[in-house]
């Protein structure tokens, strides 16, 4: 480690500004900020000059160490006398982290061949180098199947530029990756109205090498071609450089353009700005894309963007909102999206300004800096903590979706983070392979031999438990069976337990009442006797449950609170909200979920429909009970109000969220937690729910929503409409709760807390 208090994170890539391009970029601006605004030590070790002398510099708060290179393979340079010089670099500066940027071979792979034991994040900015070039590709070929290979699986995480990049390309690392996009220096790529060129224009930014034929230049100017018969004084400006600008050059030149395209090289800085601030419209027609700067700047210049449905481009231009989509290689499709553009100042000015919000809010390099700095703190923590083998016993696990599968899929994730093993073991439902990695846990599923209620009892779950090696174990309640197995095989193999309880067990039926009734008073009080610690998510549990009050009481030594979370970097905010006002609900619709109180919804949803008409309620969930809620949606004349969505990925489920303007959970009896509401909160809309929910308190406090009394329909739908009908109030509440997730809810910091608990129960 470090000798100073300071943390030192050596940087590494093949150039360094103000040399180099994208990856050049973001390697500057994040070790900048990590620099001036997070006293991090940051020593950059890159290349330097060809046959030159090697240079260490002090740069604007950063060490630098130039390496002059003799060798140079298309753009990457090398030199066999690094490896001395880079073991002395880290000799002499002893880095806390190693952060390398890749692809480009070389530099990188020589810092992680000698780093020993110090954590390696390896930041990969692109897809496969190949260039279309047989010989080059051949080379490439050899580097991605061996020392990249090699290198990706040295890492220890690894941060990609892109969704794009990380699920498509390097799927196989998906475990032990996160995306962290790049951003753009919104001070120097900004909107100025007066440059603006008197004729319509539009500009082109992009590589001209043989290798970038994809950004779609070619197909570009055909279209521009086409439509400067009806727009005569059509521009189009085409900043980039390469070995097929001059093919470019002679195809505008056959098609009579001459007057019409003008190509400036490459740009960088205020001459590329202006670019930028001069044009209407940017265009990028790419056919293969795994993240565009250009469309970043483009959209922070307050330009409309038309663009292609390929990568992340659609992660970048919200198709209607910001630009135009298109199909990759559809010539007339572009055409026709760029002449509405210049026909319609005023929607391309809509556009532009929307990009400008949208940048300046989610693509900041501030934000992306305060992201790697609490990212490579972790990294730290993580790799000087002690290692843990934790089991997870959830009744089931992902792609299975509820309140503890969700909570165990989270927690898990954070852990693994955390420099910790995680295994879950679940019964097999839904089915799907029985042994699989998910976000690097090891996932064991078993076949079940029947169902109780809602518990699947496993027979064979003792047996794989008492074989598998694990230094603490983790089990969920209120389901029984695999939580008391995992509680008693644990003390039987001298290894210490955990157990969270997440809700009641209370049951609607007097069978189900005298069961529980029975369980509650014998097994689950071995359990408890023989656990060392019990979670509890809501404080107010030791003597708000109906039946584990007294039970809770006489173990009160033994129980700590420790609420869910929620994933604040999946779940976000966005403005691209659904036409109709739009209320939501998700949960299972079975006997067993009919405490949500979605019946007492339905019946609000008659005096909300007569104050707005137009309004949506879209329930998200199956089960049994479907058939019955939409019969009483008929009964109540709101069947055309209520949409019955079905079951949806989590994926998809974080587009109703943000597509909604309020989210409902009307719950009549307690509301373990709420894990719904976390979700909706991170995603920025303001909630209702009723008294009895776990983070009722909050909401209230905080004011990211409004908490009314159970099973009271008629206040339900007062205070409903009281939000619909107030953007302004919406926007305040959805602000308030997304505030309040980030403070106290995010994953990574009940990760942390859990973490310290497993640690304090080992020896």
């Known amino acids: ?46 290349s330097g000059e060809r046959h030159g002398a090697d240079a260490k510099e002090e740069v604007e708060g950063l060490t630098m160490y130039r390496l002059s290179y003799g060798l140079k393979v298309s753009n990457t340079p090398f030199s066999f006398k690094w490896t001395k010089k880079i073991r002395h670099i880290l000799k002499t500066e002893n880095p806390d982290i190693i952060n390398i940027h890749t692809p480009v071979p070389g530099i990188g792979d020589l810092v992680a061949m000698f780093a020993k034991k110090t954590p390696i994040v390896v930041t990969y900015h692109t897809g496969s180098m190949h260039k279309g070039e047989t010989l080059f590709d051949i080379l490439v070929w050899i580097y991605e199947h061996g020392p990249m290979r090699w290198l990706l699986k040295r890492a220890d995480q690894i941060i990609c530029s892109s969704d794009f990049v990380r699920l498509i390309f390097l799927q196989k690392y998906a475990h032990k990756s996160v995306t962290i996009t790049p951003a753009v220096d919104t001070n120097l790529f900004k909107p100025v109205s007066e440059k603006k060129t008197k004729y319509p224009s539009i500009l082109f930014v992009a590589g001209l090498a043989k290798a970038e034929q994809h950004k779609g230049l070619q197909t570009l100017i055909e279209v521009v071609a086409k439509l400067q018969k009806n727009i005569p004084d059509l521009r189009l400006t085409v900043v980039g450089d390469g070995n097929m600008k001059s093919e ?178 679940c019964a097999n439902e839904p089915i799907v392979e029985k042994e699989s990695i998910v976000n690097g846990a ?68 007097l069978f189900g009442k005298i069961i529980t009734w029975i369980y509650l008073h014998t097994f689950f009080q071995v359990t408890l006797y023989f656990v060392d610690k019990i979670i509890i998510v809501n404080p107010h549990w030791k003597t708000a449950f109906k039946k584990t009050r007294n039970i809770f009481e006489r173990f009160s030594s033994k129980i700590t609170t420790l609420p869910n979370g929620v994933d604040t970097e999946m779940f976000q905010p966005s403005t691209n909200k659904s036409k109709h006002p739009t209320i939501l609900f998700v949960s299972i619709l079975d006997e067993h979920h009919r405490f949500k109180g979605f019946n007492y919804l339905i019946h609000a949803i008659p005096k909300i429909k007569e104050k707005i008409p137009n309004v949506k309620l879209i329930v998200v969930g199956e089960g049994a009970l479907v058939d019955e809620y939409r019969e009483e949606s008929k009964k109540m004349g709101v069947e055309d109000v209520i949409e019955f969505h079905g079951k949806k990925t989590q994926e998809e489920l974080i587009q109703y969220y943000q597509r909604s303007n309020v989210f409902v959970l009307p719950s009549i009896e ?56 107030n953007v302004d109030d919406q926007r305040r509440m959805g602000a308030r709760g997304r505030k309040l997730i980030e403070e106290r809810y995010g994953w990574g910091m009940i990760a942390k807390k859990i973490s310290k608990i497993f640690n304090e129960l080992l020896p």
């Open 1 to 46: 480690m470090s000798n100073s208090l300071k943390k030192t994170v050596l940087v590494v890539a093949p150039y360094f500004p103000p040399y180099g391009g994208g990856l050049e970029r973001y390697a500057y601006e994040i070790s900048h900020r990590l620099s001036r605004e997070y006293q991090w030590n940051v020593v950059v070790v890159t």
């Open 670 to 725: 307690i509301e373990g937690f709420g894990i719904v509401l976390l979700e909706a909160m991170a995603s920025g809309i303001p909630v209702v729910t009723t008294d009895v929910a776990g983070v009722a308190p909050e909401i209230s406090q905080h004011k990211t929503g409004m908490v009314v009394a159970k099973a009271n329909s008629k206040e339900l739908a007062d205070v409903i409409i009281a939000i619909l009908e």
């Open 442 to 509: 090891k996932i064991k599923r078993l076949n079940y031999s029947f169902k109780v209620a809602n518990t699947n009892i496993a027979l064979g779950l003792p047996w794989v438990l008492w074989r598998t090696n694990f230094d603490i174990a983790h089990t969920h309640m209120p389901t029984p069976w695999t939580s008391d197995i995992t509680v008693l095989v644990a003390k039987l193999k001298g290894k210490r337990s955990i157990l969270t309880v997440h809700n009641d067990m209370d049951k609607p039926d």
């Open 248 to 425: 470019y050059e002679e195809r505008v030149q056959k098609l009579g353009l001459g007057k019409v395209v003008m190509f400036t090289g490459r740009l960088l800085g205020g001459k590329l700005a202006e670019q930028y601030q001069q044009a209407h419209i940017f265009a990028l027609p790419t056919s293969n894309d795994s993240f565009s700067m250009a469309i970043l700047e483009a959209m922070a210049s307050g330009l409309p963007v038309v663009s292609t449905k390929v990568g992340s481009v659609p992660d970048l231009v919200s198709d209607n909102e910001t630009g135009f989509l298109v199909e990759p290689c559809d010539g007339r499709a572009l055409a026709q999206k760029l002449s509405e553009l210049l026909a319609n100042p005023a929607l391309a000015h809509s556009f532009g300004n929307a990009g400008v919000i949208k940048v300046t809010k989610d693509f900041s390099w501030g934000i992306r800096a305060k992201v790697c700095h609490e990212f490579f703190l972790s990294m730290i923590d993580r790799h000087t903590s002690h290692k843990i083998k934790i089991l997870e016993t959830p009744i089931r696990f992902y792609p299975y979706i509820g309140g503890v599968e969700n909570h165990v899929y989270y927690l898990s994730k954070e852990l693994i983070k955390l420099g910790h093993e995680v295994t879950v073991i």
